[in-house]
Each structure stands twice: as structure tokens, then as C-alpha cells.
């Protein structure tokens, strides 16, 4: 069934306005007419089954009717990747929602040359992954900020794998202690009840001195993604998928 994230709250009975490009996708691309049913969340209310109950000429009203799942809420790990070229950027975005982020972070470097970042983008993609999924949340993307501000503001109960292209621990053996027991997990894992991010870093890699002060860090766990240099995008999804295997909502 077609899933939309809409801004409105969701509760029975309540009218819901989608966007105009939204109502385009609904009954020009999807063909849907009065009376069809379709599913919609807001990352707040859970998911509800709505049915069309308006057809206009500029646009379509929803009329929720039953919440079909709860809000439920994800492991609570953030990606934070180096400002890349437009297409990586994207495809990161993408992956990194498909897979769970709770967060997205954008980090500005030593050696960064990536594009101009449309937010307005990756923010659209963001919603469109999400809804694809089936995930009940669509994660927040935040303006790029340089790494050395990001690392002086860090919160110190939030673990940082750093992804280090120089070599590291092995992910799964550097995450292994960090995992849950099978026996011990909720129906909502969050990360074994810590908060994590992981760092990806750009095209160019780290500097010297973004590496020795991340290395330095009491929170910071390194990790290597294997033998070969991974691009940025190729290196985000492996990180996640690893994570996800060691500390988060995926069963071992």
C-alpha cells in the first residue's frame, strides 16, 4: 500500500492535506480516486490507514482512519559524513535512511571539495526513503558544520566510530562488546541503550591532525571497513550495515 509522510497530526477522523506534488503523485501517477486507501505517519502518532475522502482540482484531502502501528522509535545512532559530491551525497542520504539513522549530520573538513549541499534535496530524498521502508520516522538532516565545532559541542555520552581509512579494528571485533545480549533485547533496541554516531570522512581523507585529536577522544571508537579505500557513500552504508549487525536492531 502507498505510504506518505504528512506534517499533520494523525488521529481518527482528522482531515489531512497533502502537498500539492504529493496529490499529483496520488492521482495522476498512482491513479487513486475517492475512497482509496493508503497509509500515512508523521514520525510522531504511528502509522494510520487514511482513505481519500476529496478529489479537488488542486489537490486531495485524506481522512485518517485507523492506526494500523504504533510509534515505535529506532536504535539511536546518527551518520555523520564529510560534504561530498552531490551524487554520493544523495545516495548516502538514501542508504543511511533505508538503514536506520536516527540523524544525519553534515561535517565540513580539512580536505572537503564537495558541492553546494541542497538541504531542500536531501531532506526530499530523506522523505521518500522513509516512506518506501516503512519506517515510522523520516531522520533529521543537519546544515554542515566544521568538524573541529562539531568535536568541541560533542556530547560525551554519545560513542563516535570513527572510520578510519589508516587502519583500525576490525568494525565487528571493535563493536563486539558493545552489542546486547539476545536475551536482554526490548522490542525497541536502541544501540544496547547507548547512543552512537559514525563519522565517514571525505574523498581526500582526514588530515593528520582532524585523525591524532579523533584518535585522542575517550569516546571515540576507531574501526577499519576491511582492506580496500572505500568512497565516502560506499563507506557510509558499510558502517551502518555493520552497526546495525553488532549493536542494533538487527538480530545476530
Same mark, same amino acid.
Given at each position: 500500500? @502507498? ?15 497533502? &502537498?500539492?506534488?504529493?496529490? *499529483? ?23 494510520? *490507514?487514511?482513505? @481519500?475522502?476529496?478529489? $479537488? ?23 555523520? !559524513? ?5 551524487? +554520493?551525497?544523495?545516495?548516502? /542520504? ?9 540523524? @544525519?549530520?553534515? /561535517? %565540513? ?10 538541504? #531542500?534535496?536531501?531532506? +526530499? @530524498?530523506?522523505?521518500?526513503? +522513509?516512506?518506501? &521502508?516503512? *519506517? ?5 538532516? #543537519?546544515?554542515?558544520v566544521k568538524l573541529e565545532a562539531l568535536l568541541d559541542g560533542w556530547d560525551g555520552e554519545r560513542r563516535l566510530m570513527f572510520c578510519d581509512e589508516t587502519g583500525g579494528a576490525p568494525a565487528m571485533t571493535a563493536l563486539a562488546g558493545a552489542a546486547p545480549s539476545t536475551a536482554s533485547r526490548s522490542p525497541s533496541p536502541r544501540g544496547?541503550?547507548?547512543? =552512537?554516531? !559514525?563519522? !565517514? ?12 585529536? $579523533?584518535?585522542?577522544?575517550?569516546? %571515540? %571508537? +576507531? /574501526? ?5 579505500? $572505500? ?11 555493520? =552497526? ?9
Amino acid at each position: 500500500m @502507498i505510504r506518505l509522510h504528512v506534517p499533520q497530526p494523525l488521529s481518527a477522523g482528522a482531515p489531512l492535506l497533502p &502537498t500539492l506534488d504529493q496529490s *499529483r503523485y496520488l492521482t495522476q501517477v498512482m491513479r487513486l480516486k475517492a475512497g482509496d486507501a493508503l497509509l500515512a505517519f508523521n514520525g510522531v502518532d504511528g502509522e494510520w *490507514r487514511c482513505v @481519500i475522502a476529496e478529489v $479537488l482540482k488542486k489537490g486531495v484531502v485524506l481522512k485518517a482512519e485507523e492506526q494500523v502501528r504504533p510509534q515505535t522509535t529506532g536504535p539511536d545512532v546518527h551518520l555523520l !559524513i564529510a560534504v561530498v559530491k552531490k551524487s +554520493a551525497l544523495e545516495f548516502a /542520504v538514501e542508504k543511511a535512511t533505508e538503514l536506520g539513522a536516527a540523524r @544525519i549530520g553534515l /561535517v %565540513t573538513t580539512r580536505r572537503t571539495q564537495g558541492d553546494r549541499v541542497r538541504m #531542500d534535496r536531501l531532506e +526530499a @530524498i530523506a522523505v521518500e526513503s +522513509a516512506e518506501q &521502508t516503512g *519506517r515510522l520516522d523520516v531522520p533529521g538532516i #543537519d546544515l554542515p558544520v566544521k568538524l573541529e565545532a562539531l568535536l568541541d559541542g560533542w556530547d560525551g555520552e554519545r560513542r563516535l566510530m570513527f572510520c578510519d581509512e589508516t587502519g583500525g579494528a576490525p568494525a565487528m571485533t571493535a563493536l563486539a562488546g558493545a552489542a546486547p545480549s539476545t536475551a536482554s533485547r526490548s522490542p525497541s533496541p536502541r544501540g544496547g541503550g547507548t547512543p =552512537w554516531a !559514525i563519522l !565517514i570522512g571525505p574523498e581526500g581523507g582526514f588530515a593528520p591532525e582532524e585523525r591524532e585529536r $579523533l584518535r585522542a577522544l575517550p569516546f %571515540t %571508537t +576507531a /574501526v577499519s571497513l576491511g582492506p580496500r579505500v $572505500l568512497r565516502a557513500d560506499t563507506a557510509a552504508t558499510a558502517a551502518l550495515t555493520l =552497526w546495525q549487525a553488532a549493536v542494533g536492531d538487527w538480530e545476530r
